[in-house]
T-cell receptor
């Protein structure tokens, strides 16, 4: 069964450093998302991406964040200058835009980011 | 406003018993989805119920939706130790366009004792 994959599974970085989190969505999906979950808290929406542009973003998704689909398979989240409070699990998700499962988002296993 | 608040926050039952988790939300929705998360792992989609549906089944899962009360429940029947996980409801708000952004609740932590 197709699945969303994410790399790396864990990332440790120093405050102020740039990180890039990578995701490979399910191949025929066209809508992509990033969410994050701070330890012990609920999952929060960051951004949605469709047709090579951001379709919606949350207040969390400030100028330090950016997303890109550099090729036909990868979807990346970049944090330019990490802060301690960026430590969280980051989830990528994708969904189809047609068919019986078009409303279902499929999540990757997550990247645990720790900012020191 | 908070969307998708679950109760109870934690639930501990014996294997074989049924587990019921509830979710409340505040705005009109297109659909409501339930996800499972094993400790420190990814989110697994369980079931989706649309705003014009009242009940749905999938294996040992039964979901109900009451749009007049803005609430949903997830019932897991004949629970197993492997059902131990956190369960989240997530809503897609009506009028959110086609982005399909999910708004998650705080989740219910379920422990099933063997």
């Amino acid at each position: 069964e197709p699945e969303v994959t994410q790399t790396p599974s864990h990332q440790v970085t120093q405050m102020g450093q740039e990180v890039i989190l990578r995701c490979v969505p399910i191949s025929n999906h066209l809508y992509f998302y990033w969410y994050r979950q701070i330890l012990g808290q609920k999952v929060e929406f960051l951004v949605s991406f469709y047709n090579n542009e951001i379709s919606e973003k949350s207040e969390i998704f400030d100028d330090q964040f950016s997303v890109e689909r550099p090729d036909g398979s990868n979807f990346t989240l970049k944090i330019r200058s990490t802060k301690l409070e960026d430590s969280a699990m980051y989830f990528c998700a994708s969904r189809d835009i047609s068919g019986t499962t078009q409303e279902t988002q499929y999540f990757g296993p997550g990247t645990r980011l720790l900012v020191l | 406003s908070q969307q998708g608040e679950e109760d109870p926050q934690a639930l501990s039952i014996q294997e074989g018993e049924n587990a019921t988790m509830n979710c409340s939300y505040k705005t009109s929705i297109n659909n409501l989805q339930w996800y499972r998360q094993n400790s420190g792992r990814g989110l697994v989609h369980l079931i989706l119920i649309r705003s014009n549906e009242r009940e749905k089944h999938s294996g040992r899962l039964r979901v109900t939706l009451d749009t007049s009360k803005k609430s949903s429940s997830l019932l897991i029947t004949a629970s197993r130790a492997a059902d131990t996980a956190s369960y989240f409801c997530a809503t897609v708000r009506k009028g959110s366009g086609n982005t399909g952004k999910l708004i998650f609740g705080q989740g219910t932590t379920l422990q099933v004792k063997p």
